[in-house]
């Protein structure tokens, strides 16, 4: 049996009877509606289903547009369960560039002018994939051309974005679609050359699907909206997906799990976090781009003698504040408020402005308290999601992330790989030092291109060393990014200190020195150590390294833990580290007990800290015990990997915090008074805790960690 397929073409009818007899329309959601013109219609003898032809806009029989903005598309195949009511409508509404939750799909009866309608032979969206796209492209450009008229400027200027409305360019003015329909229903209808397809990577429905038949169902849930990709530089703008509109989060949390979408991988579906790994280490043990230097480390390591390297790892990490990211926004017309847990209003207005097309003096940020931040709550995009979505309801929207989505979809601290080399003398001291940091460095959340690490990061405890070596020289090898990369309490301090830290805790073994006389030795003399000039160096230039401060904190911390007084082994040990971040100097000496299971108990941490002149002691004081508590989540067990483009943990079961009794007994705390300007206090201590840790941890138990966390060394 064979069938024919009866199909207008450009041949034998007008450009607009083309139109009209090869178009329809796509999108994600089905929206249902009632339309008065049924009644009249039975009355009257005339079809019964709802025509096109009664929109204000209608360049052909598949596409039209009413003044309120409803797009109506025409589904002119039979729907089966073959998922042609969805699938050719969302080829139309790809290309006009409509707002899905606005368009209603409609269902044409038996009439010669849409073509063939024949649904067989797996014809429906091979045979009108090109005509309808061309439908809705069409319809995009008379929209455009009827702003531009309405602006007085060339359609050059204009463009249909965001979804559902046509934009100025230059100015930023905005039409909705359904403004423009009537004056674009006067416009003459485009030739097929003068059309402009979009790209496959613009493609908002078609290639993605959604059924949210499910979710529907539940009780109080009142729709869902897919929410499109933002495009950058919005650096800090939502991640695409699809929200649940309900009564309340209970009922949008139920009504989410049965959701059932078909998800573009993107361009990192294949990325893996173990295979990552070994190109940071590769990359981290080849020559890098130099980031500043002393003396000439070449040389020093060209006169022979003993050399010693090392390499160090450390994973992504995830915020995992107890309040994941949640917002309330309220958009009435061009005005905005949001209440926000947020650590950035600033941005919260700028970036809501941006998404809306408004100005940011139009956007209110109300700051809420914060159940914890640590840099995650920086970024607006949660913010955002509750305005672009109150903007789609008309209504007030909460928007409350699930704690798998902030586990899944966070801005992580960044991986990294580190290689340390140093020639030692006869002592085992270091005559020439190298070391080379790798990692996706925070400016590819703004530039996708960026591959090194910023003068910033490098100033992050990486560009200088607190040491007495003659050659020096600090390099950073190119790392490309295929996560979103954001700050984490001390950032990218928290690597460069375990790397260091760890390093000079290696150099005195291989001396057979005590790890704190031989530290101490290390650090050297008072002296003033200055690191790169220009660039974004200008605080750290205005403060540089005082080693006279650092050596006193590292005496202060050894004293009250009473170091030396007690032989390490046998599962009991300390260790001791030191750094400078955020202006303050800091160090800290950590004790603990290694069962021969591994278990790792933390009897006691002393640190001991000069941040210039403090304002509120028993403040930095709970900031510097609270640093010891995250320091030893981070150090324990804290990790992000990812398989197959998707990150592996979901909650506190695979990504654990410390609890009471992970967590240090006693934390001490020594604050040096000083005349010096104001530094740092909410950061500075979380650096040095790690790599103490794990020297305390060679120290009892002869296992050195040169990868974090403890969990992938056997320690628990």
């Not at 500043?292 to 040389?299: I, K, L, R």
């Not at 607006?380 to 007030?396: N, R």
């Given at each position: 049996?064979t069938?024919?397929h009866?199909?207008?073409t450009?041949?034998?009818?007008s450009?607009?009877?083309?139109?009209?007899?090869?178009?329809?329309?796509?999108?994600?959601?089905?929206?249902?509606?009632?339309?008065p013109?049924?009644?009249?219609?039975a009355k009257?003898g005339?079809?019964?289903?709802p025509?096109?032809d009664t929109?204000?806009?209608?360049?052909?029989v598949?596409v039209?547009?009413?003044?309120d903005?409803t797009?109506?598309?025409?589904a002119?195949?039979?729907?089966?369960?073959?998922?042609?009511r969805?699938?050719?409508?969302?080829?139309?509404?790809?290309?006009?560039d409509a707002?899905?939750?606005r368009?209603?799909?409609i269902?044409?009866?038996?009439?010669?002018?849409?073509?063939?309608?024949?649904?067989?032979?797996?014809?429906s969206?091979?045979?009108?994939f090109e005509p309808l796209?061309?439908a809705?492209?069409?319809a995009?450009?008379?929209?455009?051309?009827a702003a531009?008229?309405?602006?007085?400027?060339?359609?050059?200027?204009?463009l249909?974005?965001?979804?559902?409305f046509v934009?100025?360019?230059?100015?930023?003015?905005q039409?909705?679609y359904g403004?423009?329909?009537?004056?674009?229903a006067?416009?003459?209808?485009?030739?097929?050359?003068?059309?402009?397809?979009?790209?496959?990577s613009?493609?908002?429905?078609?290639?993605r699907?959604?059924d949210?038949?499910?979710t529907?169902?539940?009780v109080?849930?009142?729709?869902?909206i897919p929410?499109?990709?933002f495009?950058?530089?919005?650096?800090f703008?939502?991640?695409g997906?699809?929200a649940?509109i309900a009564d309340?989060?209970?009922?949008?949390?139920?009504?989410r799990k049965?959701?059932?979408i078909d998800?573009?991988?993107?361009?990192?579906a294949a990325y893996?976090?173990?295979d990552?790994?070994k190109?940071?280490?590769?990359?981290?043990?080849?020559?890098?781009?130099?980031v500043?230097?002393?003396?000439?480390?070449?040389a020093g390591?060209?006169?022979?003698g003993?050399v010693?390297e090392?390499?160090?790892?450390?994973?992504?990490l995830?915020?995992?504040?107890?309040?994941?990211p949640a917002a309330?926004a309220?958009?009435?017309g061009d005005?905005?408020?949001?209440?926000a847990?947020?650590?950035?209003p600033?941005?919260?207005?700028?970036?809501v402005?941006k998404?809306?097309?408004?100005k940011?003096?139009?956007v209110?940020?109300?700051v809420?308290?914060l159940g914890g931040?640590?840099?995650?709550?920086?970024?607006?995009d949660?913010a955002?999601?509750a305005?672009?979505?109150?903007?789609?309801?008309?209504?007030?929207?909460?928007v409350?992330?699930?704690r798998?989505?902030?586990?899944?979809?966070?801005?992580?601290?960044s991986?990294a790989a580190?290689?340390?080399?140093?020639?030692?003398d006869?002592s085992?001291?270091?005559?020439?030092?190298?070391?080379?940091?790798v990692f996706?460095?925070i400016s590819?959340?703004f530039d996708k291109?960026?591959?090194?690490?910023s003068?910033?990061?490098?100033?992050?405890?990486?560009?200088?060393?607190?040491?007495?070596?003659?050659?020096?020289?600090?390099?950073?090898g190119?790392?490309?990014?295929?996560?979103?990369?954001?700050w984490?309490r001390?950032?990218?301090?928290?690597?460069?200190?375990?790397?260091?830290?760890?390093?000079a805790n290696?150099?005195?073994?291989?001396a057979?020195?005590?790890?704190?006389?031989?530290?101490?030795e290390l650090?050297?003399?008072?002296r003033v150590?200055?690191?790169p000039?220009?660039?974004?160096?200008?605080?750290?230039?205005?403060?540089p390294?005082?080693?006279?401060?650092?050596r006193?904190?590292?005496?202060?911390?050894?004293s009250k833990?009473n170091?030396?007084?007690k032989?390490?082994?046998n599962?009991?040990?300390?260790?001791?580290?030191?750094h400078?971040s955020f202006?303050?100097?800091v160090a800290?000496?950590?004790?603990?007990?290694v069962?021969p299971?591994?278990?790792?108990?933390?009897?006691?941490?002393?640190?001991a800290?000069d941040?210039?002149?403090?304002?509120n002691p028993?403040?930095?004081?709970?900031?510097?015990q609270?640093?010891?508590v995250?320091?030893?989540?981070?150090a324990?067990?804290g990790?992000?990997?990812a398989t197959?483009?998707?990150?592996d943990?979901?909650?506190?079961?695979d990504?654990p915090?410390?609890?009471?009794n992970d967590?240090p007994?006693?934390?001490?705390v020594?604050?040096?008074?000083?005349?010096?300007?104001?530094?740092?206090?909410g950061?500075?201590?979380?650096?040095?805790?790690a790599p103490?840790l794990?020297?305390?941890?060679?120290?009892?138990?002869?296992?050195?960690?040169?990868?974090?966390?403890?969990?992938?060394?056997?320690f628990?």
């Amino acid at each position: 049996m064979t069938t024919e397929h009866k199909t207008l073409t450009i041949d034998n009818v007008s450009r607009r009877g083309f139109l009209q007899g090869m178009l329809s329309a796509s999108a994600f959601v089905i929206c249902v509606r009632k339309f008065p013109l049924l009644a009249s219609a039975a009355k009257s003898g005339a079809p019964l289903s709802p025509t096109v032809d009664t929109t204000a806009f209608h360049p052909g029989v598949y596409v039209g547009i009413n003044p309120d903005g409803t797009v109506v598309i025409v589904a002119h195949r039979t729907e089966m369960g073959n998922g042609v009511r969805t699938s050719l409508p969302r080829i139309v509404a790809d290309e006009l560039d409509a707002d899905w939750s606005r368009v209603t799909v409609i269902q044409g009866d038996g009439d010669d002018k849409y073509g063939s309608q024949d649904t067989d032979g797996s014809h429906s969206v091979r045979e009108f994939f090109e005509p309808l796209r061309e439908a809705g492209a069409t319809a995009r450009l008379m929209l455009v051309r009827a702003a531009a008229e309405k602006w007085g400027v060339p359609a050059e200027q204009c463009l249909a974005d965001p979804p559902h409305f046509v934009s100025h360019k230059t100015s930023n003015r905005q039409l909705g679609y359904g403004e423009l329909a009537e004056l674009a229903a006067k416009q003459p209808v485009p030739k097929k050359d003068e059309l402009k397809l979009k790209s496959r990577s613009e493609w908002r429905y078609i290639g993605r699907s959604i059924d949210d038949a499910a979710t529907l169902k539940t009780v109080g849930v009142k729709q869902t909206i897919p929410i499109d990709p933002f495009k950058p530089p919005h650096a800090f703008q939502p991640l695409g997906g699809v929200a649940v509109i309900a009564d309340n989060t209970w009922s949008a949390f139920k009504g989410r799990k049965q959701l059932k979408i078909d998800w573009d991988n993107g361009p990192n579906a294949a990325y893996t976090s173990a295979d990552y790994k070994k190109q940071l280490q590769e990359t981290a043990r080849q020559p890098g781009k130099p980031v500043h230097s002393w003396g000439d480390a070449d040389a020093g390591f060209s006169k022979g003698g003993k050399v010693i390297e090392a390499e160090y790892f450390a994973p992504h990490l995830a915020h995992a504040s107890m309040e994941p990211p949640a917002a309330v926004a309220d958009v009435h017309g061009d005005k905005v408020t949001v209440w926000a847990p947020t650590q950035n209003p600033v941005g919260v207005r700028e970036e809501v402005a941006k998404a809306l097309g408004l100005k940011k003096e139009d956007v209110v940020c109300h700051v809420t308290f914060l159940g914890g931040g640590f840099g995650r709550k920086s970024k607006p995009d949660f913010a955002v999601e509750a305005a672009v979505l109150s903007k789609k309801t008309g209504k007030p929207v909460k928007v409350v992330w699930s704690r798998e989505d902030d586990i899944k979809f966070d801005y992580y601290h960044s991986v990294a790989a580190m290689y340390l080399k140093a020639a030692v003398d006869q002592s085992g001291k270091p005559t020439a030092w190298l070391q080379r940091s790798v990692f996706p460095p925070i400016s590819s959340t703004f530039d996708k291109d960026a591959t090194y690490g910023s003068a910033g990061e490098m100033s992050l405890g990486w560009d200088v060393i607190p040491f007495e070596v003659a050659n020096f020289r600090a390099e950073n090898g190119p790392a490309a990014a295929h996560v979103r990369i954001g700050w984490l309490r001390s950032v990218a301090n928290i690597y460069h200190a375990f790397a260091v830290q760890s390093f000079a805790n290696e150099l005195a073994v291989a001396a057979n020195r005590d790890a704190y006389d031989y530290l101490m030795e290390l650090i050297g003399s008072g002296r003033v150590v200055e690191g790169p000039k220009g660039g974004n160096q200008e605080l750290a230039n205005k403060y540089p390294y005082d080693i006279a401060r650092l050596r006193h904190v590292a005496e202060l911390a050894a004293s009250k833990a009473n170091w030396g007084k007690k032989k390490s082994g046998n599962g009991w040990a300390m260790g001791i580290a030191v750094h400078r971040s955020f202006l303050t100097y800091v160090a800290t000496v950590v004790e603990v007990e290694v069962d021969p299971q591994g278990a790792v108990r933390i009897p006691n941490v002393y640190t001991a800290l000069d941040a210039g002149i403090v304002a509120n002691p028993d403040m930095v004081q709970s900031q510097f015990q609270g640093a010891a508590v995250f320091g030893t989540s981070l150090a324990r067990t804290g990790q992000i990997t990812a398989t197959n483009g998707a990150v592996d943990q979901s909650n506190f079961f695979d990504y654990p915090v410390a609890r009471m009794n992970d967590a240090p007994a006693h934390v001490d705390v020594q604050i040096v008074e000083s005349d010096a300007p104001p530094a740092g206090v909410g950061e500075p201590g979380v650096p040095p805790f790690a790599p103490a840790l794990c020297n305390a941890i060679y120290a009892a138990t002869g296992k050195r960690v040169r990868e974090l966390p403890l969990s992938r060394n056997g320690f628990a």
